[in-house]
């Protein structure tokens, strides 16, 4: 026993300080922003400006070191914003993953059970029943952001890569035409007493009317085919005069393509109602641009090009138009190519229109206790939603990996 002269003894319980920055990081949401290692994809999700915005918002950002070679931002940028730099598996290893191209089976193996990938449709992804065989095995919440809607009905992300398609299709289109030595050498109009260029669209969505806004602007001739008499009227109203909107009538489509100097295809899912074979009746050297989801089935028997995995150098070589050594060659002269993924040629442009929705989406999922909370909360991310809780929740995903679709509405109730 102690006497009352005795101090009492501390019992105080010792707590060892931990420091602030410490404490916040392990209650923070991490975002992995690794590279992309696909020739065909150079778009890259964020600024550092957006990285700066999420990291005021709570958000810990994990980025491979390069991952922003393509959009010209150093990784000092994304430092001072607030990022941290680390290695691809680390940045994988994050509980939001942001990778636009097709991820490897390799790559989805080092993502955490339970995590949320964002990423696009990539309906035509290779390997797409082993990657979505590992997606489902490692219960990935996998969302497409092209498919992400809003309460109105609108695409935030697939609006505004679609607008970004039809522009630069059209750009990448008139620098061809106007190149002395692979192209024409000519402009799509515009100049006084000279005939314009003429420009064949298929369908009447957003990439469609950009493309034809963009046309307009250069001085071409515009005709616009869709079968839905709706939305080619909503579509000719708001490009106003200039351009010749049409059904798609078997003949008129035909003199359309026959006369064309540029072809843009958008969300096109069938082949064009053209009797024989389709190269009988196009212009030599025409220009073809597939925008559609997945690409190919308006020309299936045309060659198609990536721009994504064109350089400078490579692009006169595989387009076709590179005529200056064997200008007596008919075949050669005659050889087309259909060009898709015209986006990936301004992947700055990407960047900028894209970072302000990933904000919006990233805060509505931080508001909720989990990814998979988010998705009854979040209007849209249903329908958006590839694979959920070790399922193929989209029916197209399901056929690819010849599986059974399970409605997500089903597997939300019962979670």
Do not use: W
């Not at 005709?223 to 798609?248: E, H, K, N, P, W």
């Not at 064009?272 to 641009?289: E, Q």
């Not at 990936?344 to 989406?361: C, Q, Y």
């Amino acid at each position: 026993m102690y006497s009352s002269d005795t101090p009492e003894r501390d019992v105080t319980p010792i707590v060892m300080e931990v420091p602030e920055e410490i404490a916040s990081e392990r209650k923070r949401v991490t975002i992995g922003l690794p590279k992309s290692q696909s020739a065909s994809e150079r778009r890259f999700p964020l600024t550092p400006e957006a990285v700066r915005a999420l990291a005021c918002r709570g958000f810990a950002v994990k980025m491979e070191h390069g991952a922003a070679e393509d959009i010209h931002y150093p990784d000092l940028a994304y430092v001072s914003a607030g990022a941290r730099m680390c290695s691809r598996q680390d940045a994988l290893r994050a509980d939001i993953v942001i990778h636009l191209a097709p991820m490897s089976p390799a790559d989805i193996r080092m993502l955490r059970h339970g995590a949320l990938l964002l990423s696009l449709a990539n309906f035509n992804r290779r390997q797409a029943k082993e990657v979505i065989r590992e997606l489902i095995e490692r219960r990935i919440i996998n969302i497409a952001i092209d498919l992400v809607a809003d309460p109105a009905g609108n695409h935030p992300f697939g609006d505004i890569l679609s607008e970004i398609d039809g522009r630069s299709a059209m750009t990448i289109a008139a620098s061809m035409l106007a190149d002395p030595v692979s192209g024409k050498g000519i402009l799509l109009g515009g100049i006084a007493g000279i005939t314009p260029c003429e420009v064949t669209i298929l369908g009447s969505c957003l990439a469609a009317c950009a493309a034809a806004r963009s046309a307009m602007g250069l001085g071409a001739m515009v005709r616009l085919f869709d079968d839905d008499v709706y939305r080619l009227r909503t579509a000719l109203r708001q490009l106003g005069g200039g351009v010749i909107g049409s059904s798609v009538h078997q003949h008129v489509l035909e003199n359309a393509l026959r006369t064309a100097d540029i072809i843009i295809v958008t969300d096109s899912d069938r082949e064009l109602p053209i009797d024989g074979d389709i190269n009988r009746i196009l212009k030599r050297n025409v220009l073809i641009f597939d925008l559609s989801k997945v690409p190919g089935k308006a020309f299936p028997t045309i060659q198609r090009v990536d721009l994504g995995e064109l350089d400078r150098t490579t692009c006169k070589e595989t387009t076709g138009f590179c005529f200056a050594n064997d200008l007596n060659n008919e075949e050669r002269a005659r050889r087309r190519r259909c060009f898709v993924n015209p986006g990936s040629t301004v992947p700055r442009t990407a960047a900028m229109a894209l970072s302000d929705t990933f904000i919006t989406l990233l805060s509505q999922i931080a508001d909720c206790e989990s990814a998979g909370a988010a998705l009854p909360m979040t209007p849209g991310l249903q329908e958006a939603t590839l694979t959920f809780m070790g399922k193929a929740v989209n029916e197209h995903v399901a056929r690819l990996a010849s599986m059974r679709y399970t409605d997500i509405r089903i597997l939300l109730s019962l979670s």
